[in-house]
């Protein structure tokens, strides 16, 4: 159980266009989501936590214009990086928590999602 | 100083040594101690868990809490060359909150 799908593995998008992507819990209702930022052989940075139906917090320094966060359903969050620049080239990872107490099923990772903006 | 410490030199061990990893963190409110596996350009995935002090293993895994020094650590036991990943150790003051990660460990076991 407590599997979260996110896609796309890997997107190359052209400067100035923008991308999404989902993050889907699969057999867990997802009270929380958070997405975090992974650059090469750095840790994860968390970008923002999103609880359904409402709008997401943003991290210091996370721009939230650029990085817009929706949360519409307990199964499905998505990230939209707008107008993306080479510099958000990044391992983006989402990760899906229920609210429960115990982290085993609290902070379940998607696969994560390398976007290269070319 | 940063909340969560982990020195990310790489480590390189022959099979069947014993790999040590640990961190420290300044946070006395941590609860929940984890320890999470990613291989490459993969998600993280969660390796051993630990709330509050104590050890607890799992198979080849330890993982150890010392609140008083604020220090975790992690042994992995006859190390097998699909132990290889990067190990980034993480905590949090309850289930629910977001984690604070240290920088990982990229850990290479050699056959």
């Known amino acids: 159980g407590a599997v979260v799908s996110q896609h796309p593995s890997w997107v190359i998008c052209k400067s100035g266009t923008s991308v999404k992507i989902e993050c889907r819990s699969l057999?867990?209702?997802?009270?929380?989501m958070f997405w975090y930022r992974q650059f090469p052989k750095q840790s994860l940075m968390l970008m923002a936590t999103s609880n359904e139906g409402s709008k997401a917090t943003y991290e210091q320094g996370v721009e939230k214009d650029k990085f817009l966060i929706n949360h519409a359903s307990l199964t499905l969050s998505t990230l939209t990086v707008t107008s993306a620049h080479p510099e958000d080239s990044s391992f983006y990872i989402c990760?899906?928590?229920?609210?429960?107490?115990?982290?085993?099923?609290?902070?379940?990772f998607g696969s994560g999602t390398r976007l290269t903006v070319v | 100083q940063k909340e969560v410490e982990q020195d990310p030199g790489p480590l390189s061990v022959p099979e069947g040594a014993i790999v040590s990893l640990n961190c420290t963190y300044s946070n006395s409110a941590f609860q929940y101690f984890m320890w999470y596996r990613q291989y490459s350009r993969k998600g993280p995935e969660l390796l051993m868990y630990?709330?509050?002090?104590g050890n607890k293993e799992d198979g080849r895994f330890t993982a150890q809490v010392d609140k008083s020094s604020k220090y975790i650590s992690l042994f992995i036991r006859d190390s097998q060359p699909s132990d290889s990943a990067t190990y980034l150790c993480a905590m949090s003051r309850n289930g629910n909150n977001r984690l604070a990660f240290g920088k990982g460990n990229q850990v290479v076991v050699i056959p």
């Open positions: 990760s899906a928590g229920t609210g429960a107490s115990s982290p085993n099923y609290g902070y379940t």
């Open positions: 057999d867990f209702q997802a009270t929380t």
């Open positions: 630990t709330y509050s002090s």
